[in-house]
């Protein structure tokens, strides 16, 4: 149980375009969802949460402009990088999380979208 | 805030010996300690957590982790070693509902 998915697993994109990173739970609701960036060779960067029906809550130095993010429902959430620029490129991660905000639960993690900016 | 060390960036471990990750710690009250393993190019595939109760937890794949108060650490083990345990390891604290991970370990095996 507990699965995560991401959609699309890779994607390329041409510079100052718009890319949409779909994020689902299979099998359980989740209440809050995460979204994590990740460089190569280095850890994971908490970059904002999302809690279904509720504005997304951006980690500092995170542009909410530019890295738009959607929870929905209970079961998608979807992280949209607007005016994509190389330096955008990465891999980008959700987790999904079935407990509520201040409850110490586990993190489902999606396989990861891989992004390059031409 | 809440904060992860993983002393150890890369280990190289021969196939079938002992494996030993380093994992410590920063938190003000009982943290709440996870176990991670990512394969190249994937997500992060949960190994073991700690919430409570005993201090030795087992978890899957064959890894167990120690939860040591008084060295505030978390390490993680596994007795034998298997070619594909070759990946990159995060040990994570949750604190404030957010989960803080370390810089990752990478492991690799060889024959």
């Known amino acids: 149980g507990a699965v995560v998915s991401q959609h699309p697993s890779w994607v390329i994109c041409k510079s100052g375009t718009s890319v949409k990173i779909e994020c689902r739970s299979l099998d359980f609701q989740a209440t809050t969802m995460f979204w994590y960036r990740q460089f190569p060779k280095q850890s994971l960067m908490l970059m904002a949460t999302s809690n279904e029906g509720s504005k997304a809550t951006y980690e500092q130095g995170v542009e909410k402009d530019k890295f738009l993010i959607n929870h929905a429902s209970l079961t998608l959430s979807t992280l949209t990088v607007t005016s994509a620029h190389p330096e955008d490129s990465s891999f980008y991660i959700c987790s999904a999380f079935t407990g509520r905000t201040g409850s110490k639960d586990t993190q489902y993690f999606g396989p990861g979208t891989r992004l390059t900016v031409l | ?11 190289t471990v021969s196939e079938g010996a002992s494996l030993e990750l380093r994992c410590n710690y920063s938190y003000g009250a009982t943290p709440y300690l996870f176990w991670y393993v990512q394969s190249p190019g994937q997500g992060l595939q949960l190994l073991l957590k700690y919430f409570s109760g005993d201090t030795l937890v087992q978890g899957i794949k064959g890894f167990e982790a120690e939860f040591k108060r008084s060295q505030s650490s978390f390490n993680l083990r596994k007795p034998s070693v298997h070619w594909s345990d070759a990946a990159e390891y995060f040990c994570a604290v949750v604190g404030d509902y957010k989960l803080s991970f370390g810089a990752g370990t990478t492991v690799t095996v060889r024959a």
């Open chain 2, 1 to 11: 805030a809440q904060s992860v060390t993983q002393p150890d960036i890369h280990i």
